[in-house]
């Protein structure tokens, strides 16, 4: 039995896609020994599972020395890097940390596995922010369209896809590449938008019902993927992905962030002024973002399963048991 | 006088194309203030000009509070960025070095500028390497042609136009932007590629006229332009290019390597034996790279002066000159 376990490390372990990414291998009965590795311990608990055997280590992923000596200890077999500074408004405001450390970070893991010879499997994880606008007649877009960052944070992701691809055909190391889309779900954060909107106007309920909710730009569309579709999407790439493609991870879909709260105030049964903070307004954002995942669906049976207001529903559930 | 005089930056000012540089604003009677950077002191005299007033500082430009100081103090009006790890081969070598250094010095000028609020003006130096390799029916390439860098270094050039686009349109830089072809002329080091012929031939000339000479791919066409008709491109971009764009700096023209090596032989009348050394091919190397100049030629009135020919008699005469 042990023999035949799938050895994972994750890095940027303590996020919450990697909490749904746990959950995707014990729901589906995946013997598997995880590693993971953050600069954050993570919030959620690391055990309990039956199926798989997690393991934490908190570590800088600057520390070049540790990683290599981490994977040259561990073998994985595959390599989910979710590690980033994902946040784009962050970018705006400190370019080059934003920048260096992306890039930086993922260097220092392809060069340990360069150095080493090592065989594992990545799954480099970039953003469809990195397309930039899209122009209407493009929409959904697909992985062949022109890409045109528009921030610091989607120039690094640019960069970590032109990385992978010159460490897949220079060097031969084994490197699947993803666009994901804006993910939603149970534990996200609310320093992202959706999660910010859920927990505010859950609060908000919970006073009565009446209230304001802050909130940026509401015109602004995106394609809001379930962290749960999310992360089988990303089993399916790491274990059966095309070394060297890329592959958008998206829904088709798109909803305003108007139609989200929309879309919460009637679950929640309540109504809401809304309250522009500029400050919540970027310079250059892009204003709508669909994708187009045939790609992922047509050659590996991927599909969605949580609809938005099954999402939806299943954060306010979060929020609620937050929120006591 | 004084008020009138234009202040230039160079970045890696102790290499070939800022010598040139220099010599063009000299021979144009541009009355200049010159501040030349570089990490190494330069080879060639640092005076002597009658319309160009030259300054070196030497410096690491990953020292960032050091550039800042510096950008404040001398509030340029033009910025040269021709600082860069430009060796592909070394790229392969060691990318995380090539990769850093190159994304990371840039950085740290344009947020210096960005933090004083500096109005200069800055020419970003890029690469032909971020085209990658050119389907034959899309040459001569344009600036609107699709990027596969395929190299380390190559990728460094692509964040450092990405990050250039980011710094103009989000923040509001005045930036421009090349693509640089392969440059040759007088002066140019023996680590690239024609002058290392040149030298090798002026040798075997010296010792009768024959001899072997070491080479790499002799196959690969590049677009060679002379350093002289490069710097005067760079001039009218500084002075008059449009904030934002894009031009490929050029000569239309493409030559294989073996091309050069007969030519030089005619000129020195002489017969060489070659011999291939496989230290020298690289992988992934693109076979034929030519660019268009149309976008520069049709807006700046620019021309070239020095055919092939001319560039390569007057390296002969300055590797004659150094083998005394």
Redesign the interface.
């Known amino acids: 039995m042990e023999q035949q376990m799938k050895k994972f490390m994750i890095t940027g372990c303590s996020g919450f896609v990697s909490r749904h990414f746990l959950e995707y291998l014990e729901n589906h009965h995946i013997e598997s020994l995880v590693k993971g590795l953050d600069i954050n311990y993570p919030e959620f608990k690391q055990g309990n599972y039956r199926y798989v055997k997690f393991e934490f280590e908190k570590i800088d992923l600057l520390d070049k020395e540790n990683i290599e000596n981490i994977l040259y200890k561990f073998q994985p077999d595959y390599i989910l890097h979710l590690a980033s500074y994902s946040s784009v408004a962050f970018s ?1 405001k400190s ?2 940390i934003s ?2 450390n992306n ?2 970070i993922y ?2 893991l392809l ?1 340990a596995l360069r150095k080493y010879n090592l065989s594992a499997r990545i799954l480099s994880i970039g953003s469809s922010e990195e397309y930039g606008n899209i122009e209407m007649k493009d929409l959904p877009v697909t992985e062949d369209h ?1 890409l ?5 944070y989607a ?1 690094a992701r ?2 970590q896809e ?2 992978s ?2 460490y897949t ?2 060097y031969g190391l084994d490197i699947v590449m993803t666009r994901s889309f804006n993910h939603i779900g149970p534990f996200q954060k609310d320093i992202f938008v959706v999660p910010s909107f859920v927990k505010q106007l859950v609060e908000i309920k919970k006073k009565g019902g009446s209230g304001v909710l802050v909130a940026g730009d509401l015109d602004i569309v995106r394609d809001f993927t379930d962290v749960r579709d999310v992360v089988s999407a990303y089993y399916l790439l790491l274990t059966q992905g095309r070394k060297g493609e890329i592959y958008n991870v998206c829904s088709n879909k798109g909803f305003s962030l108007k139609q989200i709260i929309d879309k919460l105030c009637n679950i929640l049964n309540i109504d809401v002024d809304i309250k522009i903070d500029p400050r919540l307004l970027r ?2 954002d892009n204003r709508i973002i669909i994708g187009s995942s045939e790609k992922l669906k047509a050659n590996y049976a991927w599909e969605l399963i949580y609809t938005i207001d099954k999402s939806l529903d299943d954060m306010i559930m979060y929020w609620q048991s937050q929120n006591q």
């Open positions: 705006w370019p080059i920048f260096q890039t930086n260097l220092n060069e022109s045109k960052p528009g921030s610091p120039v640019v960069a032109l990385l691809q010159i055909n220079g310079p250059n």
